[in-house]
């Protein structure tokens, strides 16, 4: 069994006819359930339900505060490396792209790593770009023995990996998992991907439960929005995440929200994602499944994060950098991404506060 099985079910569905077919009055039953199947969800993400964002809203900050509390858990992003293989015509790392390369050693993970800590990031997530040859599973091990100093909680993003080198992670004191499908429209996958190990659809489709399998304590997923109609990738983002959940119930499901922002390659995204639609989609995440963790990082402008806090995130970045070698000022390379909310760790912190909400830096210790 796997996620792909669930897709295919829904491969050719008329969506346009569906959204269509939508009234108020389908919304509205949706909003009066306690539990929602996956079409009430889709009717959650139709344009009709634009009409009533403001009950949607209400309801997911019932929700999530009656599964989470009134907190947010902030972490980190590491870049240990941006060296790539794969042509992804969205990324800045496309290996294509004429930019600074660059890789940590360990003696620079650790002063990263005490650059991070002094802000008080007690999670961190570690990024390298998608090359076996020039960060391969060793390199990453190595890394964590040296981060596990100084975080209780270390995540990956990194390239799909096998269920035992998930597992060797997971040993060396590895406790979460980020991973973009990107764009979960199999016929559009290949025209993003032009070249590289990314290129296999249902591997990397396929990796976040091989993740789960591995006992993984979280695992977070997410479709890059914008390479794609938005409401049809929100609605197999959130597929996903049901499944998961549903297969795995002790581990942690969270889900994403990125909007595809610029950086080197001047790549245009086929569709516009503003931030209503953005709204849209975590509200309509949140009622189809209250217990699932949302992510938001600083790609979104602090405007935006800041009008996010209640309406269903539980988890943020903060003092984010996307370059290799950016917290402690010797930065080695080009960024992935321009970041939108560059407010230091105790701004966010204190805008935390001033919302009625907990920051939380540390919310467990492994044993």
Same mark, same amino acid.
């Given at each position: 069994?796997?996620?792909?099985?669930?897709?295919?079910?829904?491969?050719?569905?008329?969506?346009?006819?569906?959204?269509?077919? *939508?009234?108020? @009055?389908?919304?509205?039953?949706?909003?009066?359930?306690?539990?929602? !199947? $996956?079409?009430? /969800?889709?009717? %959650?993400?139709?344009?009709?339900?634009?009409?009533?964002?403001?009950?949607?809203?209400?309801?997911?900050?019932?929700?999530?505060?009656?599964?989470?509390?009134?907190?947010?858990?902030?972490?980190?992003?590491?870049?240990?490396?941006?060296?790539?293989?794969?042509?992804?015509?969205?990324?800045?790392?496309?290996?294509?792209?004429?930019?600074?390369?660059?890789?940590?050693?360990?003696?620079?993970?650790?002063?990263?790593?005490?650059?991070?800590?002094?802000?008080?990031?007690?999670?961190?997530?570690?990024?390298?770009?998608?090359?076996?040859?020039?960060?391969?599973?060793?390199?990453?091990?190595?890394?964590?023995?040296?981060?596990?100093?100084?975080?209780?909680?270390?995540?990956?993003?990194?390239?799909?990996?096998?269920?035992?080198?998930?597992?060797?992670? *997971?040993?060396? @004191?590895?406790?979460?998992?980020?991973?973009?499908?990107?764009?979960? !429209? $199999?016929?559009? /996958?290949?025209? %993003?991907?032009?070249?590289?190990?990314?290129?296999?659809?249902?591997?990397?489709?396929?990796?976040?439960?091989?993740?789960?399998?591995?006992?993984?304590?979280?695992?977070?997923?997410?479709?890059?929005?914008?390479?794609?109609?938005?409401?049809?990738?929100?609605?197999?983002?959130?597929?996903?995440?049901?499944?998961?959940?549903?297969?795995?119930?002790?581990?942690?499901?969270?889900?994403?929200?990125?909007?595809?922002?610029?950086?080197?390659?001047?790549?245009?995204?086929?569709?516009?994602?503003?931030?209503?639609?953005?709204?849209?989609?975590?509200?309509?995440?949140?009622?189809?499944?209250?217990?699932?963790?949302?992510?938001?990082?600083?790609?979104?402008?602090?405007?935006?994060?800041?009008?996010?806090?209640?309406?269903?995130?539980?988890?943020?970045?903060?003092?984010?950098?996307?370059?290799?070698?950016?917290?402690?000022?010797?930065?080695?390379?080009?960024?992935?991404?321009?970041?939108?909310?560059?407010?230091?760790?105790?701004?966010?912190?204190?805008?935390?506060?001033?919302?009625?909400?907990?920051?939380?830096?540390?919310?467990?210790?492994?044993?």
């Amino acid at each position: 069994m796997s996620f792909y099985d669930k897709y295919i079910t829904y491969h050719d569905f008329d969506f346009d006819g569906f959204f269509g077919r *939508v009234t108020d @009055g389908d919304v509205q039953r949706a909003l009066n359930k306690d539990y929602l !199947n $996956e079409l009430d /969800y889709l009717a %959650l993400l139709s344009p009709t339900a634009e009409k009533h964002l403001e009950q949607m809203a209400v309801k997911a900050q019932q929700l999530t505060i009656r599964n989470f509390g009134k907190v947010i858990f902030l972490f980190a992003p590491l870049y240990l490396s941006n060296y790539c293989t794969n042509r992804c015509v969205y990324c800045g790392f496309n290996v294509t792209n004429d930019i600074r390369r660059g890789k940590l050693t360990l003696d620079e993970v650790a002063q990263e790593a005490e650059a991070i800590s002094c802000t008080g990031i007690r999670h961190i997530l570690i990024l390298t770009g998608e090359s076996r040859k020039d960060s391969p599973v060793s390199y990453i091990k190595d890394c964590v023995n040296v981060l596990k100093r100084y975080f209780p909680s270390i995540s990956i993003e990194v390239y799909p990996l096998d269920e035992q080198e998930y597992a060797e992670l *997971v040993e060396a @004191g590895v406790d979460g998992f980020t991973m973009f499908q990107e764009v979960y !429209n $199999e016929k559009l /996958y290949p025209e %993003l991907h032009l070249g590289g190990p990314k290129r296999n659809y249902r591997y990397r489709l396929d990796a976040p439960e091989r993740a789960c399998r591995a006992n993984m304590r979280t695992v977070n997923i997410g479709a890059l929005l914008g390479l794609d109609e938005w409401r049809r990738e929100s609605f197999f983002t959130g597929l996903h995440a049901d499944y998961l959940q549903d297969h795995y119930p002790d581990i942690e499901i969270a889900v994403s929200f990125p909007r595809i922002k610029p950086s080197a390659g001047c790549f245009r995204p086929k569709c516009q994602v503003n931030d209503k639609n953005l709204v849209q989609a975590i509200l309509a995440l949140r009622l189809f499944m209250p217990r699932a963790g949302i992510t938001i990082s600083t790609r979104e402008s602090a405007k935006m994060r800041d009008n996010l806090i209640g309406l269903g995130v539980t988890r943020m970045s903060a003092g984010s950098s996307t370059a290799v070698g950016g917290y402690s000022h010797k930065s080695k390379s080009s960024v992935q991404f321009d970041i939108s909310d560059e407010r230091s760790v105790e701004e966010i912190k204190n805008l935390i506060y001033s919302k009625g909400y907990q920051p939380v830096f540390k919310n467990w210790h492994p044993i």
